[in-house]
């Protein structure tokens, strides 16, 4: 029985890694000929920041069960310490691809940092409640990346909360941080192949988690906290656990989507609570907890706006018709039941069936 669960999981992991590298290998076959335009070129790096968020979040909503709407508050911190790294190390590091691979890891661990101190006190709430503050972390970042003016020259480093001239910089100095203007000059290093391994990466990181014995302790606490509790499970421990994990992914996000502009600027419409919002409705509408749908929702939110640009004015409402749709379809019971009707596996069934009757 256990060699035939592991077996099935096996399978519907290697069809989620295959999707994401045939995804990657139509793509690159369709630039080489010629047949994507400037726009969806541009949008290929941004659609592997949304995939590795959506998964990231799924992390903690599906498996955790933990509702959390700070997520844009990690990928900022993972964006700007990041993107700092890489311009004070442009002319230390000239090699742009042991400079961008120490610039992830950066990323990473600043998310993580903050995914942990957050998590102490934020993760003793439920609900509502941890939502809310999540949700506070989120501006909280946003706002203090706004007022911060950091620069360099050959004395050090200099900050300021007021304003670049109270840095005193000297002639040759460098301003870093321009308080809401943020960051310029940013390497451009991101591209869609490594957003693409990034992504398998993610996927890799956060599938093993959840077959391990330790995500079956994080869905043991999702499903029953009290009983989970008291067969001996550490509740603090795992919910921790799980959450840094996210939100550190989520800061690989910000260093990917830092590396694709050449000016960071820590906007509402960036790193703001509708960001946070837009990535819970990837893993809604993926399904909560269902790895794949996340992928494949990410993917068509995204593009679908950008599909329907010729409408104008009716996109937005053709968008919100096809969000609303979806839901329906995947959550009601009349959806589920329909999908279970008439799913590939019941009519080859079926098929099958009627083969052995005749």
């Given at each position: 029985m256990k060699k035939k669960v592991w077996s099935k999981n096996?399978?519907?992991?290697?069809?989620?890694?295959?999707?994401?590298?045939?995804?990657?290998?139509?793509?690159?076959?369709?630039?080489?000929?010629?047949?994507?335009?400037?726009?969806?070129?541009?949008?290929?790096?941004?659609?592997?920041?949304?995939?590795i968020l959506a998964v990231s979040l799924n992390l903690t909503v599906g498996i955790l069960g933990e509702l959390s709407l700070g997520h844009a508050?990690?990928?900022?911190?993972?964006?700007?310490?990041?993107?700092?790294?890489?311009?004070?190390?442009?002319?230390?590091i000239p090699v742009s691809g042991l400079r961008f691979f120490l610039a992830i890891l950066t990323g990473a661990l600043f998310a993580a940092l903050f995914g942990f101190l957050v998590g102490i006190p934020v993760l003793r709430l439920k609900g509502d409640y941890l939502a809310i503050v999540t949700l506070a972390f989120g501006e909280i970042i946003k706002n203090v990346v706004n007022v911060v003016f950091l620069g360099r020259d050959s004395r050090g480093f200099h900050v300021s909360t007021k304003?670049?001239?109270?840095?005193?910089?000297?002639?040759?100095?460098?301003?870093?941080?321009?308080?809401?203007?943020?960051?310029?000059?940013?390497?451009?290093?991101?591209?869609?192949?490594?957003?693409?391994?990034?992504?398998?990466?993610?996927?890799?990181i956060v599938i093993n988690l959840v077959n391990s014995r330790t995500g079956r302790a994080i869905m043991a606490i999702r499903d029953n906290r009290i009983a989970a509790e008291s067969v001996g499970i550490n509740i603090t421990k795992y919910k921790l656990l799980a959450f840094t994990v996210s939100a550190s992914l989520a800061g690989v996000a910000g260093v990917l989507y830092a590396h694709n502009l050449s000016t960071l600027a820590a906007q509402p419409k960036n790193f703001g609570y509708n960001m946070s919002i837009m990535i819970l409705v990837f893993v809604v509408l993926g399904g909560i907890g269902n790895i794949r749908g996340s992928i494949i929702a990410s993917v068509v939110l995204t593009l679908l706006p950008e599909m329907l640009r010729s409408l104008n004015d009716y996109r937005m409402l053709i968008?919100?018709?096809?969000?609303?749709?979806?839901?329906?379809?995947?959550?009601?019971?009349?959806?589920?039941?329909?999908?279970?009707?008439?799913?590939?596996?019941?009519?080859?069934?079926?098929?099958?069936q009627t083969k052995e009757a005749e």
């Open positions: 096996t399978k519907s992991n290697l069809i989620t890694y295959g999707i994401v590298i045939g995804a990657w290998l139509v793509v690159e076959i369709m630039m080489r000929a010629g047949m994507l335009s400037s726009l969806l070129k541009g949008l290929l790096v941004p659609l592997c920041m949304y995939v508050g990690f990928m900022c911190v993972g964006a700007f310490s990041s993107a700092v790294f890489s311009k004070c190390m442009v002319q230390a304003d670049a001239f109270a840095l005193n910089l000297e002639a040759d100095g460098e301003m870093i941080i321009n308080g809401p203007q943020g960051v310029t000059g940013t390497p451009n290093d991101s591209t869609f192949f490594i957003g693409v391994v990034l992504i398998l990466i993610t996927l890799f968008y919100a018709i096809v969000l609303i749709a979806t839901m329906i379809f995947t959550s009601s019971p009349g959806g589920q039941a329909f999908r279970e009707r008439y799913s590939l596996k019941q009519l080859l069934g079926q098929k099958k």
